[in-house]
């Protein structure tokens, strides 16, 4: 190559280069909208230091579902201590109140009157706003008894569900209450593709998806794919973030998790990162701008 050839491959090197400089984290307020505080957190992680764990990573409202529903109801009924952390509780009714409830919940009738036992009671935080997060390891038992019950009973009740099924469950859930508002956990955490995402959106335009684990978000860089983005673009309002503390690592990881998730929303414009990163659950649930 000559000597003016290798010139004006460095600026051709260096304009590309320039054109996919990437823009600063998102710095706004964040919803958490997979959160569990779970039996097994309790002696590890006290609630004061989850709380402080949130407001160091700018979270100010998270949507909480326990097992059992005491870790929700800790959070709900210590609301001196929310509020001096900024953070809104936001309470779900979970399905389990033991790890042998994920696998047969959807025909257990006592599981129908848990549910109702706590719709009744409520939280120190006000009246439970959904329910789940449950489990279908097999989507066939979206036509469970009891998992169809539990979508009416959410629909007539103008509750939200949040629930961890693949693609095919979609139809199937949503089907029994066609109005009811399904977030979609992981937004399929088994990778349902692009194109499949978007034929659910189109067709339930009660469905959500909230983003946690989701494979193929983003690339090796942390930065949100290309894929992802278009997506993004056209549905703004229907995404949220969450990030699944179901286990204790996911604790320990905590800050670095909303760190992360702000780095990808930053690749996305302003006014969509913060419908992502707030705006959504917020218009959800009603909550109001934090201060």
């Known amino acids: 190559m000559s000597a003016l050839g290798r010139v004006i491959g460095g600026l051709l090197l260096a304009i590309v280069t320039l054109g996919v400089a990437r823009a600063d984290p998102y710095v706004g307020a964040l919803f958490d909208a997979h959160l569990h505080y779970n039996d097994e957190a309790f002696a590890t992680y006290p609630l004061p230091d989850v709380l402080a764990r949130m407001q160091r990573a700018g979270v100010r409202a998270i949507l909480a579902n326990s097992r059992p529903n005491d870790g929700t109801k800790s959070l709900a009924a210590a609301r001196a201590q929310t509020a001096a952390a900024g953070v809104t509780i936001v309470p779900f009714v979970r399905l389990y109140r033991n790890r042998a409830d994920y696998t047969g919940w959807f025909a257990d009738e006592t599981i129908y009157s848990m549910v109702l036992d706590e719709l009744a009671r409520g939280t120190a935080a006000g009246p439970y706003r959904g329910l789940g997060e449950f489990h279908l390891y ?154």
């Open 138 to 291: 097999d989507s066939a038992n979206a036509n469970g008894p009891v998992a169809a019950k539990l979508m009416r009973l959410a629909q007539n009740r103008g509750l939200a569900v949040l629930a961890h099924v693949d693609d095919p469950a979609i139809d199937l859930l949503l089907a029994h209450a066609p109005k009811a508002r399904l977030i979609w956990a992981h937004t399929g955490i088994s990778g349902a593709p692009v194109e499949r995402v978007r034929e659910l959106m189109r067709r339930h335009p009660t469905l959500l998806g909230e983003l946690s684990y989701r494979p193929g978000l983003t690339d090796a860089d942390g930065h949100l794919s290309a894929p992802w983005k278009a997506l993004f673009a056209e549905f703004p309002t229907r995404f949220l973030l969450g990030s699944d503390t179901w286990v204790n690592a996911r604790w320990s990881e905590y800050e670095s998790l909303m760190q992360a998730a702000r780095i990808w929303l930053g690749d996305l414009p302003p006014a969509t990162a913060q419908r992502i990163a707030w705006r959504n659950a917020a218009d959800l649930f009603e909550l109001a701008e934090p201060k």
